[in-house]
């Protein structure tokens, strides 16, 4: 977008969240925000900035945008849906391959929805790994359109498979009938349809890179074992014409460890060795879950420069077991948090992922040590900004770096006394302070309002679309009660194979 003359904002006299200052008592400073971009930060700026907007700040708290590194706007309608289900079971309950072709009013409202959730809780981009069965460029284009109009910022990648779920997870084919096996599916599965899903995303991508700011293009496999290695490969060569960052789910549920052993003999059972194999080892490589990751491949993967994104909400909730988050951090693996599906985890909020992190290393390890709350902090900011190359443009409030940014109210309960905003922040905070969001040095929330989102329109258009969405849950839900205890079998027994580690905390053994 060309601007004739800059834009000028003041932050005036807020207190500065800075990763490498005081992260108890940040300093009390202003803010000059230029364009789309932090110009400087120091003290009595407001008063030299002729002309400039200034918001004052004072009692407030002025931090990053959060960078949510692992989400997916298909089920976002479906929140509260479901629990007490295993992630393979809930694949067949949730996501689109069980699902009839979603009308473009649905499409709309869910990724308003999420992304007017998000705004609320501070969170300035979203890494969506978008499934759209059966593909219709209408919909990605539609999809694109509604970022833009929002401003939020976001990484967007088109997530696909190319192999059927049937003979990737274990005991499937084993333990569900004949008559049930046509129906199941996995993330992405395009059940048998002959298709070019990876064309898909070419082409999505050579028609849409450019098409505004804040859309940053990534490459979405859903999962090692669900793709074949040739579609792999030609992700890899794809990432490197053109430095795309590449996200996929990874080691997500004890299922995919076993899957990986059966699977992947000619890796030695292990899926970073597979994912060398094809050439996607690298950089540019973020791997969603990452729980039941063996203490070699953890070593491979940081010394590739790969990273990972954790999800506990999500990894709880679907019995995934716990990350060993205490070795990604001795081993300085690149950190980033995600929520993941809002029919999971159920909330766009970075705020309780990076408490859950916190938490959780302290019981996956009886010593005391990190990851602390300031940590968690830079994790949920710079360290998703990481994942799509983007940590010296996003992720900090430092001159040079582009204006995303919450203004929180320090006032509010979380903050009295303020002690530590690091650690209020992480372990008080639920969002509920966040009075104003600011991407791309424009108000995406002003006091509470959401600036580009008519919140009114939206809730009548959920009254609109919700009948038909949970009329088709309702089919799902009563097709899959049938294969319920078949797909529970498969999963018992994915639990009998010994893969020499676990991931679940306090799990008794006679
Ligand atoms: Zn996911």
């Given at each position: 977008m060309a601007r004739a003359t800059l834009k000028r904002t003041v932050i005036?006299?807020?207190q500065v969240y800075d990763h490498d200052g005081d992260t108890d008592q940040p300093a009390v400073a202003d803010i000059l925000i230029e364009g789309d971009k932090i110009a400087r930060i120091g003290k009595g700026l407001a008063r030299r900035a002729a002309g400039a907007r200034i918001v004052d700040a004072a009692g407030k708290l002025v931090i990053p945008g959060f960078v949510n590194a692992h989400y997916h706007s298909h089920d976002v309608l479906l929140r509260g849906s479901f629990e007490n289900l295993p992630t393979e079971i809930w694949f067949m309950y949730a996501l689109p391959p069980s699902y009839p072709k979603r009308s473009k009013r649905e499409v709309r409202a869910r990724t308003l929805l999420a992304a007017a959730e998000a705004i609320r809780n501070g969170i300035t981009t979203l890494q969506d790994m978008l499934t759209i069965l059966p593909f219709d460029p209408e919909h990605l284009d539609l999809v694109l359109d509604t970022y833009a109009e929002v401003g939020l910022r976001v990484v967007f990648a088109l997530q696909f498979a190319d192999l059927r779920a049937l003979d990737r997870v274990p005991y499937w084919r084993e333990c569900v009938p004949k008559k049930f096996q046509d129906k199941l599916v996995a993330a992405a599965d395009t059940s048998g349809v002959k298709v070019d899903p990876m064309g898909n995303v070419e082409?999505?991508?050579r028609a849409n890179k450019d098409r505004h700011?804040?859309?940053h293009w990534a490459l979405g496999p859903t999962n090692p074992a669900m793709c074949s290695p040739a579609s792999l490969a030609r992700v890899a060569a794809f990432s490197d014409e053109?430095?795309?960052p590449v996200y996929t789910h990874f080691y997500q549920s004890r299922a995919e460890a076993v899957a990986a052993r059966r699977l992947m003999t000619k890796s030695e059972g292990s899926l970073a060795a597979f994912l060398k194999s094809v050439g996607l080892l690298n950089r540019r490589l973020t791997l969603a879950h990452s729980i039941w990751v063996a203490p070699?491949?953890?070593?491979?993967?940081t010394n590739a420069g790969a990273g990972v994104v954790l999800n506990i909400a999500s990894n709880m909730k679907s019995k995934g077991g716990i990350p060993p988050i205490r070795e990604y951090v001795a081993a300085g693996t690149r950190i980033a948090l995600g929520s993941d599906n809002s029919a999971c985890s159920d909330a766009q909020n970075m705020f309780q992922q990076m408490k859950l992190l916190a938490s959780m290393a302290a019981v996956s390890d009886p010593e005391p040590g990190p990851p602390s709350a300031a940590d968690a902090l830079r994790y949920a900011t710079l360290g998703g900004?990481?994942?799509a190359g983007l940590d010296h443009t996003i992720g900090a409030l430092k001159p040079g770096m582009k204006a995303d940014l919450s203004i929180l109210?320090?006032?509010?309960?979380?903050?009295?006394?303020?002690n530590s905003a690091a650690r209020q922040l992480v372990f008080t905070e639920g969002g509920g302070s966040v009075e104003s969001v600011m991407v791309d040095g424009e108000f995406v929330m002003w006091k509470r309002k959401l600036t580009t989102i008519d919140e009114a329109a939206l809730k009548a258009e959920l009254k609109a679309v919700m009948p038909v969405l949970r009329r088709d849950a309702a089919q799902v839900a009563a097709r899959n009660a049938k294969i319920l205890p078949h797909l529970l079998?498969?999963?018992r027994r994915s639990w009998s194979d010994d893969l020499g580690m676990d991931r679940y905390v306090g799990r008794y053994r006679s």
């Amino acid at each position: 977008m060309a601007r004739a003359t800059l834009k000028r904002t003041v932050i005036a006299g807020g207190q500065v969240y800075d990763h490498d200052g005081d992260t108890d008592q940040p300093a009390v400073a202003d803010i000059l925000i230029e364009g789309d971009k932090i110009a400087r930060i120091g003290k009595g700026l407001a008063r030299r900035a002729a002309g400039a907007r200034i918001v004052d700040a004072a009692g407030k708290l002025v931090i990053p945008g959060f960078v949510n590194a692992h989400y997916h706007s298909h089920d976002v309608l479906l929140r509260g849906s479901f629990e007490n289900l295993p992630t393979e079971i809930w694949f067949m309950y949730a996501l689109p391959p069980s699902y009839p072709k979603r009308s473009k009013r649905e499409v709309r409202a869910r990724t308003l929805l999420a992304a007017a959730e998000a705004i609320r809780n501070g969170i300035t981009t979203l890494q969506d790994m978008l499934t759209i069965l059966p593909f219709d460029p209408e919909h990605l284009d539609l999809v694109l359109d509604t970022y833009a109009e929002v401003g939020l910022r976001v990484v967007f990648a088109l997530q696909f498979a190319d192999l059927r779920a049937l003979d990737r997870v274990p005991y499937w084919r084993e333990c569900v009938p004949k008559k049930f096996q046509d129906k199941l599916v996995a993330a992405a599965d395009t059940s048998g349809v002959k298709v070019d899903p990876m064309g898909n995303v070419e082409a999505a991508y050579r028609a849409n890179k450019d098409r505004h700011p804040r859309l940053h293009w990534a490459l979405g496999p859903t999962n090692p074992a669900m793709c074949s290695p040739a579609s792999l490969a030609r992700v890899a060569a794809f990432s490197d014409e053109h430095g795309l960052p590449v996200y996929t789910h990874f080691y997500q549920s004890r299922a995919e460890a076993v899957a990986a052993r059966r699977l992947m003999t000619k890796s030695e059972g292990s899926l970073a060795a597979f994912l060398k194999s094809v050439g996607l080892l690298n950089r540019r490589l973020t791997l969603a879950h990452s729980i039941w990751v063996a203490p070699d491949e953890i070593n491979e993967i940081t010394n590739a420069g790969a990273g990972v994104v954790l999800n506990i909400a999500s990894n709880m909730k679907s019995k995934g077991g716990i990350p060993p988050i205490r070795e990604y951090v001795a081993a300085g693996t690149r950190i980033a948090l995600g929520s993941d599906n809002s029919a999971c985890s159920d909330a766009q909020n970075m705020f309780q992922q990076m408490k859950l992190l916190a938490s959780m290393a302290a019981v996956s390890d009886p010593e005391p040590g990190p990851p602390s709350a300031a940590d968690a902090l830079r994790y949920a900011t710079l360290g998703g900004a990481a994942t799509a190359g983007l940590d010296h443009t996003i992720g900090a409030l430092k001159p040079g770096m582009k204006a995303d940014l919450s203004i929180l109210d320090l006032s509010a309960s979380s903050f009295l006394p303020l002690n530590s905003a690091a650690r209020q922040l992480v372990f008080t905070e639920g969002g509920g302070s966040v009075e104003s969001v600011m991407v791309d040095g424009e108000f995406v929330m002003w006091k509470r309002k959401l600036t580009t989102i008519d919140e009114a329109a939206l809730k009548a258009e959920l009254k609109a679309v919700m009948p038909v969405l949970r009329r088709d849950a309702a089919q799902v839900a009563a097709r899959n009660a049938k294969i319920l205890p078949h797909l529970l079998e498969a999963h018992r027994r994915s639990w009998s194979d010994d893969l020499g580690m676990d991931r679940y905390v306090g799990r008794y053994r006679s």
